[in-house]
C-alpha cells in the first residue's frame, strides 16, 4: 500500500525532468515530444494511484511524506527568545484532494501539448513553449500535492511566472510585451497577499504549533502545515494562542481570499487574464487552468481559517456569486471568440467562490473538476475554428456543421456541459439552498437569496452565450470577406481534431463521476466508495451525505433548456429574421459590453499617464532645472574670470603680507591665552 502512493513524488518531477532531457535532443520538434512523454508518463502514475486510492480503504484520509526536513536538531528549539527557528518542510500530501486533481491537470496538460505539436509547427519559439508548459504544470502540480503554505507558494509562483511567460510567446508583437507586463504586475500582487498570509501565520502561529507534540515523525512540527494551521485557527478563535482573536484570523483569512480572488481573474481583476490571450491557443487553455485551480486550491486548503473568520464566507459568496453573473453578462456580449472563453472563465470562477461561501466545500470543488476541462476544451474548440476560418471574430466562424463536423460536435458538447449538462450550475445551486457550513453555520437569509438569484441569472446567461456560439457556428453560411475561399473550408487535421474530443469525453467522465446519490458498490472484494465525487472529496473527518436535491435539479434544467430555446431564437440562422427588432435594440448595449472593459481602459491608460508625467518631468527638467544649473556654472566662470584680472606681482605681495600678519596675531593669541605671553592685567 505505501509503496504505491509513495509513487506521488514521481508524478510532481516528472515534467521537470521531461524539461532537462528535453535539452538533449537536437531538433525542437524531439525535445517536444520528449517532454509530452515524460508529462504523459507523470499522468500514467497519477491515474495508477488515484484508481489505487479509490479501490483500497485507507485508514488515514491523508498521508504526508516529508522528503526534506531542514530545522535544528533539538526539538522545540528557537533561534531567540522572541521567535521560532524557521523550519523548512518539502513533502508531498496525498489524499483524495491532491490526487484527484494531480491527474486532472496532468491529463489536461498532455491534451494541450499534443494539440500544440501540431498546431504550433513552424513556430520560431517551439522548443521554449514546451518547457514553458512544463514548468507550469510542474507548479501547479507542486501547490496541489503540498503539505504546507510554504510550499504551496513556491508552487504558487512557479505556475505564476510560467503563465507570464506564456502571456510574453510573441513578445515581438507590438503591444503583446505591454500587455504580458500587466498580466505579471496584476499576479504579482497576488503573490504578495499571499506572501504576507504567510508572514503573518507564522508570526501568529508558529511558536504554538511547534510547541504542540511532533507528528509525522518530524522533531518539531511544520509550522506552516495546513492541518495544523487548521487547528491553531480553531484554537485561537477560542482564544487558545496569544495575541490571536477575531480580527486576527479576519486580518489573515482576508490575504488568503484576495490573493485567491486575483488568481481567480474575478472582476477587474480579469485584466492578467485578457492580457495572456494572445499566447498559443494551446497556452491559453493552460492559463485558464493555472487561474482556477490554483485559486480554487488555496480556498480549499485555507478553509478552516475562513471558516474561523465572522462573515468572510458571506462576502466570499457575494463576490463570487455578482463575480459570475458579470462575467456571464460579458461572455454573451462578445465578439471574440478567446474573449468569449475569457469571460466563460471569469463567470465559472465566481460559480466556485459562490459554492465555498455557501458552505459547499465538495460542490465547490467539483464545479473546479468540471471547469477545469471544459475551459481547455473551448479554448482548443476555438483555435480550430480560427484556424478553418483565419479569425478569432464569432460572426466570421458561421456554417461549420457541414464543412467542420467533429469541431461543431465539440462545441455543442461544451455547451450542454458549461450550461449546466455537467452539474457544475445544480451543484452550486445545491450548496446555495443547503446553506449549511462544515462548522454548522450558515449564511444569513438576505445574503442567500442574493447568492441564489444571481446563480439562477448565471444559469440562464451562460446557457444562452453557449449555445450563442453553438448556433452561430452550426447554422448559416460563412460570411464572404477578401483573403478567405469558403471553398477551401474544411475540417482540421485529426490530431487536432481527435485531441478536442478526448478532452471532451474526459469532461463527459467528470460529469459521470459527480452523479449524486450514487453510493458506495462492491467489485469482487473490493469496495469502491461511490462515484459520488463528494464520497470522495470532502471536508473534515465526516463525509457529506448529499443527496439528489430535487428543487436545484429541476431549476437547472428549466433555466438551461429555456434559455438554449432563446438562444436557438435569437441567434440561429434560420430565425434570425424575427429577432431583427430586439437585435436593433440591444446593437448600443452589445457594441459597449463588447468593447474593452473599463479596467482594460484604464489598465491601457496608464502607461500614457506615466509617459505624459515623464514628459511633464523632462519639461521642468529642461526649463528650470537646466537653467539653474547653467546659472551656476556661468557664475562660476564669471568669478573665475575676476580672478584671474587680479593676478599680478603687486596682488601676490600684498596677499602674503595679509597671510603673514594674520599668522602673527593667531600666534600672539593663542600665546596670550596659554600664559606664555608676558602680558599684566590689573
Known amino acids: ?46 491515474l495508477v494511484v488515484l484508481i489505487f486510492r479509490l479501490t483500497h480503504v485507507i485508514p488515514a484520509y491523508e498521508k504526508t511524506q516529508t522528503f526534506w526536513d531542514l530545522q535544528s536538531t533539538a526539538s522545540g528549539a528557537t533561534s ?11 513533502g508531498i500530501r496525498v489524499d483524495p484532494l491532491s490526487v484527484a ?45 503540498s503539505p504546507n503554505l510554504f510550499q504551496f507558494w513556491l508552487g504558487w509562483e512557479v505556475a505564476g511566472v510560467a503563465a507570464w511567460m506564456l502571456a510574453v510567446h510573441h513578445w515581438q508583437r507590438p503591444g503583446t510585451a505591454l500587455r504580458a507586463t500587466r498580466t505579471l504586475v496584476v499576479l504579482r500582487v497576488a503573490d504578495l497577499a499571499l506572501l504576507l498570509g504567510i508572514v503573518m501565520t507564522f508570526a501568529k502561529f508558529s511558536t504554538n504549533i511547534i510547541e504542540q507534540p511532533a507528528t509525522n515523525g518530524q522533531l518539531t512540527n511544520d509550522p506552516f502545515s495546513f492541518a495544523q494551521l487548521g487547528k491553531a485557527a480553531h484554537l485561537g478563535h477560542l482564544g487558545g494562542v496569544p495575541g490571536v482573536g477575531a480580527r486576527t484570523l479576519v486580518v489573515l483569512a482576508t490575504l488568503f481570499t484576495v490573493a485567491a480572488v486575483i488568481r481567480a481573474a474575478v472582476g477587474p481583476l480579469h485584466l492578467w487574464l485578457s492580457g495572456a490571450l494572445e499566447a498559443p491557443v494551446a497556452g491559453v487553455a493552460m492559463v485558464a487552468v493555472s487561474a482556477i485551480v490554483p485559486a ?23 463576490v463570487g456569486a455578482g463575480t459570475a453573473a458579470a462575467g456571464a453578462v460579458l461572455a454573451l456580449a462578445q465578439r471574440d471568440l478567446l474573449r468569449i472563453g475569457m469571460f466563460a472563465v471569469v463567470s465559472q470562477s465566481g460559480l466556485i467562490l459562490a459554492a465555498f461561501g455557501m458552505g459547499g466545500y465538495s460542490p465547490a470543488l467539483f464545479a473546479l473538476f468540471t471547469a477545469s476541462f471544459l475551459a481547455v476544451v473551448y479554448f482548443l474548440v476555438a483555435g480550430n475554428l480560427s484556424r478553418g476560418f483565419r479569425s478569432t471574430t464569432l460572426a466570421d466562424c458561421a456554417g461549420a456543421r457541414g464543412r467542420m463536423p467533429r469541431t461543431t460536435l465539440a462545441v455543442g458538447g461544451w455547451a450542454l456541459g458549461v450550461s449546466g449538462l455537467s452539474l457544475n450550475t445544480y451543484s452550486v445551486l445545491s450548496a446555495t439552498f443547503r446553506n449549511h457550513l462544515p462548522n454548522g453555520g450558515h449564511v444569513g437569509t438576505p445574503a442567500q437569496v442574493v447568492v441564489a438569484a444571481a446563480v439562477l441569472l448565471t444559469m440562464g446567461l451562460t446557457a444562452l452565450y453557449a449555445f450563442r456560439v453553438y448556433f452561430t457556428v452550426a447554422t448559416g453560411e460563412p460570411p464572404r470577406r477578401r483573403g478567405f475561399d469558403v471553398l477551401r473550408l474544411r475540417e482540421v487535421d ?93 446593437a448600443t448595449v452589445a457594441a459597449l459590453l463588447s468593447g474593452p472593459t473599463p479596467a482594460e481602459r484604464l489598465a491601457g491608460a496608464a502607461p500614457r499617464l506615466f509617459l505624459r508625467a515623464a514628459e511633464t518631468l523632462d519639461s521642468v527638467d529642461a526649463q528650470v532645472l537646466d537653467s539653474i544649473t547653467t546659472g551656476i556654472g556661468e557664475s562660476v566662470g564669471a568669478l573665475g574670470q575676476a580672478m584671474t584680472r587680479l593676478r599680478g606681482t603687486r596682488f601676490g605681495v600684498s596677499l602674503v603680507a595679509a597671510l603673514a600678519t594674520i599668522a602673527v596675531l593667531l600666534a600672539a593669541s593663542v600665546l596670550a591665552v596659554t600664559g606664555h605671553f608676558p602680558v599684566t592685567t590689573r
Open 1 to 46: 500500500m505505501t509503496v504505491i502512493l509513495n509513487l506521488t513524488w514521481a508524478i510532481v518531477l516528472l515534467p521537470v525532468v521531461g524539461v532537462a532531457a528535453a535539452f538533449l535532443a537536437e531538433s525542437a520538434r524531439r525535445a517536444a515530444q520528449i517532454g509530452v512523454a515524460f508529462t504523459g508518463l507523470a499522468f500514467a502514475v497519477a
Open 80 to 90: 531567540s527568545s522572541f521567535a521560532p527557528e524557521f523550519p523548512v518542510f518539502w
Open 101 to 145: 486533481f494531480m491527474a486532472v491537470v496532468l491529463f489536461l496538460s498532455v491534451i494541450a501539448q499534443v494539440y500544440a505539436l501540431t498546431s504550433m509547427r513552424g513556430d520560431a519559439a517551439f522548443r521554449r513553449f514546451f518547457w514553458t508548459v512544463a514548468l507550469l504544470t510542474f507548479g501547479i502540480l507542486a501547490l496541489i500535492s
Open 296 to 318: 480554487a486550491l488555496l480556498i480549499a486548503r485555507v478553509y478552516p481559517v475562513l471558516l474561523e473568520a465572522p462573515h468572510l464566507l458571506t462576502v466570499l459568496a457575494l
Open 494 to 586: 485529426r490530431r487536432r481534431r481527435n485531441t478536442v474530443l478526448v478532452g471532451l469525453a474526459g469532461a463527459a467522465a467528470a460529469t459521470l463521476v459527480g452523479l449524486p446519490g450514487v453510493n458506495s458498490f462492491f467489485v469482487g472484494a473490493r469496495k469502491i466508495p461511490g462515484f459520488t465525487f463528494s464520497h470522495f472529496i470532502f471536508y473534515g473527518p465526516i463525509r457529506q451525505q448529499l443527496a439528489l436535491d430535487g428543487i436545484a435539479l429541476v431549476l437547472c434544467v428549466v433555466v438551461a433548456a429555456g434559455a438554449a430555446v432563446g438562444a436557438w431564437w435569437f441567434f440561429s440562422a434560420d430565425r434570425r429574421a424575427s429577432s431583427v427588432p430586439l437585435r436593433a435594440r440591444l
